[in-house]
């Protein structure tokens, strides 16, 4: 079982009356919100925290994408990576990933991605997302029905990029490139392993078993909403015939540790609740704009998780509802540790991305719960899955002799001392 | 009216409402289709030969993955009106139909008779920024559209009673199916440059516009006068950017005079 420690990097400054005042927390969230000073601060702070995640020995830290966000201060989680590559040696970097759709030409993708790779030494897990309707459509300007395909054609282009050791020419319907020459290359071969987060269109299952990627449901209601959608995938697995490793699924669930549940509720519920009631208040018509989802995704019912009836669940949500109904997984090392095994199992997934900062949460309080879970949690959960332990399809292969960079060193001054 | 299905030789199957004889008149819908009740296209069918063709993704015509970008669907228009087996047709096109329809003029100008735009769109003038109709609540929707809302949530819906799930499903599939093909002329921005094009329009036009239009204001008129030679403008006072369906008789009275 492999931990990943995710931060979405909320704005922890949205005022108490947010949801009263303002229609959405993202696209069009008023600007005069965002203070570049508490910036500086935040950035640093949530940086450390991922960077704090590898010494306790998450497998990996991660990071992700949103443009106009209040819950999501990354619109280049590439930046927040390559600190990160600099600051750390051990845990992968997930980068979950670049809405590929979006970028234009999408061989800039391939580029970044390839140089995360080499400057970690080959620790780059590469997400590639179709985008949330928010970020793609909207403030991207990606057209709904067309989005899909693009996001196709860009990940084939990345993909050939990065396998091709010729210039080529690529002539794509969104696309057309004379001389595709990726420089640099990434160190893992093939390629990083390719992580595709979805929200819950069912077309990503078939894409994902394609090219037999890691399927990730980055979800934030929690395992209970999440089993029937897991489901429908492993059905898909089953029926294209492919093995059922766990680690060809991942799942995103927000974690709090506290030395006793009552001491859980003390610490966390108003961050947690900051998080629901203000990060996720969206207007509804952001998350679902006409062509995004296929007609068979909104007749599977998958519906986007924060359409009118998400946006319904979230008012007035209380902490007993939150803990309850397993939004959030939160109590002591011990009751986290039983509900996170009915979730992986329940879910059957080997990757775990831990939300375990959430909201406007303090330093102290991230590091608290981090700490807890890594000492108390992680190590009981590490034996699930036995039978599939040597499984590293989905995997991080770095250099065996890669650099520590976080390990202070000093430049050469003379002919002899520099690194090899 | 009666309803026929025919094939563009690209292979889009359109259904097609038909009615009257005399000169073609080919009505282009908007981006929300044809509603259920059309009185203007059976007034115009009293002394023209009315054809209303639905683009693919609307009702039961199919194809829409033939259609991606401008080009494809005015080129599409054209496919329509060959299928039909019409020569020089006056073209009548409202809203996002408006906006194809200009675009046909300016590809092949000889190819039809007279140009109406009502409500059309297809410009984007920076002082007069148009409300983003893929991030609207319904009831925000109906605000915009008619300059009566409670009679234009009835027309929009048809007469559909939504406390009845299924009908309202199918409705909500319908109308994202629509938009979702709307959405690839005029998503993000519903301008794809036409106002290069527009010198080259020669057919009589007429640009007919609700003076209570919400979604596209007035001033869009005068700038669509501006950039096609020769254009009248006419404003209706008492209608929104539905204009067709919300004054059915000033309309077709000002297309009648217009067209002859």
Known sequence: MRFTWFNLMPWPYLPDDFREKNRSVWVDIPNTLYDPKKGHFVYHQYMDQLEYAETLGFDGIGCNEHHQNGYGLMPSPNLIAAGLARRTSRAAICVIGNSIAGYNPPIRVAEEFAMLDVISGGRLVAGFPVGTPMDTNFCYGQIPALTRDKYREAHDLIMKAWAEDEPFAFDGKY?????????????????????????????????????????????????????????????????????????????????????????????????????????????????????????????????????????????????????????????????????????????????????????????????????????????????????????????????????????????????????? | MKARTIETRKGARCRVLEAGSGMPVVFLHGAGGLLADNPFLDGLAARYHVFAPELPGYGESTGEELLEDMLDFTLHGWDVVGALGLTRPHLVGHSMGGMIAAEMAAIAPNDLGRLVLASAAGLWIEEHPIPDIFALLPGQLVELLFQDADKGQALLTGGVDFSDMEAFKEFYLGQQRRLAMAGKILFPIPNRRVSKRLYRVTAPTLVLWGGADKLIVPAYAERWAQLIPGAQVQIIPDAGHMLPYEQPEIFVDALSRFLG
């Open chain 1, 175 to 420: 696309n057309q490139l004379r001389w595709v020459n990726c420089w640099p290359k990434p160190i893992q071969k093939p390629h990083p392993p390719i992580y595709i987060p979805g929200g819950g269109s069912i077309e990503t299952w078939d894409f994902c078993l394609d090219h037999d990627y890691n399927y990730s449901y980055l979800s934030f209601y929690g395992y209970l909403r999440g089993k029937s959608l897991l489901e429908g995938y492993w059905e898909r697995v089953a029926a294209r015939g492919k093995d059922d490793s766990p680690y060809r699924a991942a799942f995103a669930q927000i974690i709090c540790v506290a030395d006793t549940d009552a001491e859980a509720e003390e610490l966390y519920a108003e961050h947690c609740l900051y998080f629901f009631n203000r990060c996720l208040h969206v207007f509804p018509p952001f998350a679902d704009p006409p062509g995004y989802r296929t007609v068979n995704t909104i007749k599977y019912g998958a519906l986007s998780q924060l359409r009118l009836e998400a946006q319904r669940i979230m008012q007035g949500l209380t902490w007993k509802q939150l803990v309850d109904e397993r939004f959030i997984i939160a109590g002591s090392p011990e009751t986290v540790r039983q509900q996170l095994e009915e979730c992986i199992t329940g879910l059957r997934i080997g990757h775990l991305f831990c939300l375990l900062h959430t909201g406007n949460m303090p330093d102290w309080k991230t590091r608290h719960s981090t700490k807890l879970f890594a000492e108390k949690v992680m190590p009981h959960l590490r034996h699930l899955w036995p039978e599939f332990k040597d499984d590293q399809r989905w995997w991080i292969q770095p250099m065996e002799d890669r650099l520590h960079p976080e390990e202070t060193r000093p430049g050469a001054e003379k002919q002899g001392q520099e690194w090899p």
